[in-house]
């Protein structure tokens, strides 16, 4: 009798103790496999979303080149339309035979935030040799002031 | 009546298993559900991930074409509208259609000048992409060799009418994760900027 009173009393628990000691484990293998998905997603977005950026930048580029060897920055019409967007082209500015232009599109909504690439382009003439510099950044969405934006850029010298 | 301590500890035992199992069920249960979601997340995002290189291999295709014919052999055989030409331009056919065209990796070329390696897709859609992982394939994502996967990918071109100077260039890969469908397309503009 005072055997079975006293193994009741080992025994008191034991069940729960098991049970939480298998959940805990079961837990730290779900949470290791949930941390490895969501780092895969969070690669896959990061992934894309620099792509996005980088062909952007590329469009921007792609434009900048066009601007220079047709139209030697100086295009047809101003604002001109290339790639779908509608770019402005104030007047380079120049300083100690080094002219900056800033090209840039008008921007979605009508705002001047939401701008998919922006171009900044500058020729300089050292004795008589023309060098240029085109930075073309690009992003992935098209809002500039988005914590998530991602940008991408190329830059191209000739 | 004054119960004996042995027969208060009587259902005891029974009761701690019973909360147990049903503690044991429920978050079993939970972490399989989780494990579950955790899996069809990362199928979802190596998806992606191949998707948005198969996008880059299109674009970049098209772009090597276009720096191929275009600008290296403009003063041989090439030029801006032989480029256009070769992915349908002149005869509003291959990747100039609303069905798009697929570009076969395994025989493309970027200096062809005309080829089979463009192939318009009929109205039922382009065909689906196969997989082959054998170490004698050159690429594993293709047409010829493989296991047939999901992925579809569409290649659309536009020459802007204000300016036949530029074309757009829009790649779309869909496919099924699971049984939704997904889709993601990237595209760019090319211009003759070496005219």
């Known amino acids: 009798m005072k055997n079975n009173n006293q193994k009741i009393k080992y025994d008191k628990g034991y069940a729960i103790l098991f049970t939480v000691v298998v959940v805990g484990i079961i837990s730290m293998i779900t949470i290791g496999l949930s941390n490895a998905a969501y780092k895969q997603i969070i690669l896959s977005s990061v992934a894309k979303d620099s792509t996005t950026a980088f062909y952007q930048s590329d469009i921007a580029s792609e434009c900048a080149l066009y601007a220079d060897n047709t139209y030697n920055m100086v295009p047809p019409s101003n604002p001109w339309t290339c790639a779908g967007n509608s770019l402005s082209f104030p007047a380079g500015v120049s300083l100690g035979g080094v002219t900056t232009y800033n090209i840039d599109p008008a921007g979605t909504n009508g705002t001047s935030i939401n701008k998919c690439f922006r171009i900044t382009a500058t020729k300089s003439i050292v004795l008589d040799t023309i060098t240029t510099d085109i930075q073309a950044k690009g992003y992935n969405i098209c809002n500039m002031s988005n914590s998530r934006t991602v940008e991408r850029a190329i830059q191209i010298n000739y | ?195």
């Open chain 2, 1 to 195: 009546m004054k119960l004996s301590k042995q027969q208060k500890n009587k259902a005891f035992t029974i009761i701690e298993a019973l909360v147990a199992i049903m503690i044991l069920s429920v978050s079993v249960a939970g972490m399989l559900g989780v494990t579950a979601s955790s899996a069809t997340s990362a199928r979802y995002a190596n998806n992606e991930i191949t998707a948005n290189y198969l996008l880059q291999e299109a674009i970049d295709s098209v772009r090597n074409s276009r720096d191929t014919i275009a600008f290296q052999m403009k003063n041989t055989t090439g030029g801006w509208l032989v480029f256009l030409n070769r992915y349908g331009y002149g005869a509003n056919s291959k990747c100039f259609i609303a069905n798009g065209c697929m570009l076969k990796m395994d025989s493309f070329d970027a200096s062809l000048l005309s080829g089979n390696d463009i192939i318009s897709c009929p109205n039922s859609g382009c065909q689906s992409l196969s997989y082959d992982s054998s170490a004698s394939s050159q690429l594993f994502y293709q047409y010829s060799t493989g296991n047939p996967t999901s992925f579809v990918r569409t290649v659309k071109m536009v020459v802007t009418p204000t300016n036949t100077d530029e074309v757009k260039v829009t790649a779309t890969v869909d496919w099924l994760n699971g049984s939704s469908s997904r889709s993601r397309s990237l595209e760019i503009y090319l211009l003759d900027w070496q005219k």
